[in-house]
């Protein structure tokens, strides 16, 4: 082991600075505790002129970040650009081929690009670590990668997208709608300019991607995640699910049927004994279902500079201490390529609200369908509107298999008495 380890860091934007600013404020922490000094050589980012806030003047400036690949003053790579393509691709990809180790906070660049780049760390003999990439501050790919490696795992479920789980809180406690709290959210900095990603479910798929990935030893697979974010929801719906005693979260599940995996985002109804449930705000958590150890639980900061520089600068201490683990858990040769089963194939209860005319025998229709599909109600609640309005009506049911429900929703929402799109949600009762 040397006694000096280098970085290159690339990107100097929330998460860049806040890597700098621990290794200049921990730097004697570091070396204690790793044996071996953690030094920036050099750092990237476009505008070379603006005040990070931070003493940039020890390093040097490198334009090109992927040039960073090339230095022979840079053991390390950095990279904390962003992006599943482009120059965050083409720069960690180079790092690798010229055997240097990288840490990334990239969730996408490794949902997208994981296998291959884990059998090109692999073939060079380099570290690839993500730690950050996923529920930012919390050590989940850790605790997944090396503690738990004693389990089979059967399920996982995270709040793995903090703005979505602020938007939530926010409805749900100050009653109001979603357009509302986003535009808020956006402005607290906790939404970017373009949310699209945060809230239809597509960050917090590339981070189940990652943890599937781990959970089953399969190649990670980021085209089989189903989506399903939050932009159809009421306040009325997290109204209903509270009196029904739940609360609306969004959840990235994993679970394997009949030795398949499925993999989804989407919200959910979580009950009030789920450690799920008090989640609140921008924090993230992860519930793993697991043989040995059972359900152990993971919570805290998703994202944010510091929370996330704490978990960038946990990678760079392993590789300061001669420490490199399987990408994936395990060797890329013994990786899967996954058999992956559709949501259909789930079985749960459900919540479902509909609008309805109201007016006799609309609950004989709606009833009528769900019995053909073998689907029976456990409870109804109606909210009336001004007479000879349309209602809301909501009902859970007892289990049912995914696909039945849909098909049963689709069927119910070309009633003639239905005059908008019914929101079928699912109930995790099991967490
Ligand atoms: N923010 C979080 O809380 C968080 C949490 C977990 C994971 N992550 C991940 O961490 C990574 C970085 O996120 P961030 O929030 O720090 O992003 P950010 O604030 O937007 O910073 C991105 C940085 O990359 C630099 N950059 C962009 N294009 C470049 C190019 N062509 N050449 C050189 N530098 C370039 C930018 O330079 P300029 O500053 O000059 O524009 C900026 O410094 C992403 O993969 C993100 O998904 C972020």
Request: aromatic share 6%.
């Amino acid at each position: 082991m040397s006694e000096v380890l280098r970085l290159g860091i690339a990107g100097l934007g929330t998460v860049g600075v806040g890597v700098v600013e621990i290794v200049q404020k921990h730097g004697a922490l570091l070396k204690r505790r790793t044996g071996c000094e953690v030094a920036v050589s050099c750092v990237s980012a476009r505008d070379s002129s603006r005040d990070r806030g931070v003493d940039l003047s020890g390093y040097g400036w490198v334009d090109d970040p992927v040039t960073m690949a090339e230095r022979d003053d840079v053991d390390v790579v950095v990279e904390l650009i962003g992006g599943s393509e482009g120059i965050a691709y083409d720069l960690v990809k180079t790092a690798l081929s010229n055997g240097k180790s990288v840490v990334t906070a990239n969730k996408a660049l490794m949902a997208h690009h994981g296998a291959e780049l884990a059998e090109l760390a692999e073939a060079n003999g380099v570290g690839l670590s993500y730690e950050a990439a996923v529920a930012g501050g919390i050590p989940i790919i850790k605790a997944m990668r090396e503690s738990l490696m004693g389990n089979e795992i059967a399920a996982l479920y995270g709040i793995l997208n903090g703005t979505s789980n602020y938007i939530l809180s926010e409805m749900r406690t100050g009653g109001r709608g979603f357009a509302d709290v986003l535009k808020d959210a956006q402005a607290k900095g906790y939404a970017e300019a373009d949310p699209a990603f945060d809230i239809n479910g597509t960050d917090a798929g590339h981070k189940l991607t990652l943890l599937a990935a781990i959970a089953f030893g399969v190649k990670p697979n980021f085209d089989a995640v189903e989506l399903n974010g939050i932009e159809h929801l009421l306040l009325e719906d997290i109204q209903f699910a509270e009196e029904l005693g739940y609360r609306i979260k969004l959840l990235g599940i994993t679970q394997k049927i009949d030795g398949a995996v499925v993999q989804s985002v989407e919200p959910c109804l979580v009950p009030r004994s789920s450690p799920l449930w008090a989640i609140e705000d921008v924090y993230n958590a992860v519930y793993v279902d697991c043989d040995a150890v059972e359900t152990p639980f993971f919570s805290g900061r998703g994202a944010g500079r510091m929370p996330t520089a704490s978990s960038v600068m946990g990678d760079i201490v392993d590789l300061a201490r001669g420490i490199r683990v399987p990408v994936f858990g395990m060797s890329s040769m013994h990786l899967l390529d996954a058999v992956h089963a559709p949501m259909d194939r789930v079985k749960s209860r459900f919540y479902l609200r509909l609008n309805v005319v109201d007016e006799p025998g609309v609950m004989a229709s709606i009833t009528a369908v769900l019995r053909d599909f073998g689907i029976s109600i456990e409870s109804m609640v109606q909210r009336g509107r001004a007479p000879g309005e349309a209602v809301h009506v909501v009902l859970k049911t007892h289990g049912a298999l995914t696909g039945d429900m849909r098909t049963a929703v689709e069927q119910i929402g070309a009633l003639d008495v239905s005059v908008e799109k019914p929101c079928l949600i699912r109930i995790e009762d099991d967490l």
